[in-house]
T-cell receptor, first 114, second 111 residues
């Protein structure tokens, strides 16, 4: 158990819908990272927040957005969902900002878009 | 474009065998290379390498980095069925210092 929690574990929804994934980092970690893992693309970095501020942005679609709250938990919002958004979404945390150093991964949220 | 390439993509061995997994990279602003093990769900951290030629070791696993030739290897000796997993290599770098992952090597250890 890494100490990073993610909810929900599974999410099934329809195309065009909007969902919110939630992540609580390890106690004391200031950085939260979001990743998307699909069979053909592997683990893709989406976005990083450090102490409430966006720090780095990867291959995140405009339909996706994230934020980190004062209590350091983070939410990833996915809207206008498409079939291709079906994937495993991981959150990871680390004590500091870039350099990333060692990141601790949560158990993931499996999103299925029908 | 920054990239991390792992080989082989999959590997089947028998218990007791020794395996070597490869990771090559072309990443700007290199800071470190990390290895993760992914079983059913979340990747778990194995090693972080920053200096060339210094072997990191943990039990039957070891890893080394060559910053001149831009690659790393992960060795597993006396493999066990519990070593079956996807092994991910990630390089910290690029324009924003985030982790760039390879697609992984799927290792299957048969009894």
């Amino acid at each position: 158990d890494s100490g990073v929690t993610q909810t929900p574990k599974h999410l099934i929804t329809a195309t065009g819908q909007r969902v919110t994934l939630r992540c609580s980092p390890r106690s004391g970690d200031l950085s939260v990272y979001w990743y998307q893992q699909s069979l053909d693309q592997g683990l893709q970095f989406l976005i990083q927040y450090y102490n409430g501020e966006e720090r780095a942005k990867g291959n995140i679609l405009e339909r996706f957005s994230a934020q980190q709250f004062p209590d350091l938990h983070s939410e990833l919002n996915l809207s206008s969902l498409e079939l291709g958004d079906s994937a495993l979404y991981f959150c990871a945390s680390s004590p500091s900002g870039p350099p990333s150093n060692e990141q601790f991964f949560g158990p993931g949220t499996r999103l299925t878009v029908l | 474009e920054d990239k991390v390439v792992q080989s082989p993509l999959s590997l089947v061995v028998h218990e007791g065998d020794t395996v070597t997994l490869n990771c090559s990279y072309e990443v700007t602003n290199f800071r470190s290379l990390l290895w993760y093990k992914q079983e059913k769900k979340a990747p778990t951290f194995l090693f972080m390498l920053t200096s060339s030629g210094i072997e990191k070791k943990s039990g039957r696993l070891s890893s080394i980095l060559d910053k001149k030739e831009l690659f790393s290897i992960l060795n597993i000796t006396a493999t066990q069925t519990g070593d079956s997993a996807v092994y991910l290599c990630a390089v910290e770098g690029g324009s924003q210092g985030n982790l760039i992952f390879g697609k992984g090597t799927k290792l299957s250890v048969k009894p």
